[in-house]
């Protein structure tokens, strides 16, 4: 029974020892992270991030036995980059954008920005945002990204760590 508990209080200790935090500028500049230390940051999403890419295609005519016949077709391709998703730093953009790379591949990276009207200094999503979403290039090709992708931003892993030494002395006092 004392084994189960010491356990539990050792993951519990573990699982609290990081949190995970949004990427700001106060963090940049609080760990000195240039890109070159950037690398060595995992990059978390906040929410779930859909890329949708749509395709048709179709024909009218007439059957052989006199009927109007519509043929079409639709392909769907998505990319769901899933809540807590690892990402690494790939380069700083020319707009100062950080580039994380979620997946192997040419071009498969998403650029996250600060926006202008926020003030928490959060690196958001960057698409071309209109009214029900925004598109991107993602892997050389245009995907919209649903509306729900506009509020997802980096986060990064803080592990406080505490070192404490201490040095007791117990006095046993003196006799006269």
């Given at each position: 029974m004392k084994r189960i508990f010491a356990f539990a209080v050792l993951a519990l200790l573990v699982v609290s020892c990081a949190q995970k935090i949004p990427y700001t500028d106060q963090v940049k500049e609080d760990f000195d992270l240039s890109p070159e230390n950037m690398t060595k940051v995992q990059f978390y999403t906040s929410s779930n991030i859909i890329l949708e890419k749509n395709q048709s295609s179709g024909n009218q005519g007439t059957g052989s036995s006199g009927e109007l016949v519509v043929n079409s077709s639709k392909t769907q391709n998505r990319v769901i980059i899933p809540t807590n998703t690892r990402g690494v730093f790939e380069k700083i953009g020319p707009n100062n954008e950080v580039i994380v790379r979620f997946e192997?591949?040419?071009?498969?990276?998403?650029?996250?920005?600060?926006?202008?009207?926020?003030?928490?200094?959060?690196?958001?999503?960057?698409?071309?945002?209109?009214?029900?979403?925004?598109?991107?290039?993602?892997?050389?090709?245009?995907?919209?990204?649903?509306?729900?992708?506009?509020?997802?931003f980096l986060q990064v892993r803080l592990k406080k760590l505490q070192k404490t030494k201490r040095k007791d002395?117990?006095?046993?006092g003196m006799k006269v």
């Open positions: 192997v591949g040419s071009g498969r990276v998403i650029k996250f920005a600060t926006r202008a009207t926020q003030t928490s200094g959060k690196y958001y999503l960057v698409a071309d945002w209109k009214n029900n979403g925004g598109t991107i290039e993602y892997g050389g090709e245009t995907y919209t990204v649903s509306s729900g992708g506009s509020s997802s002395r117990v006095v046993k």
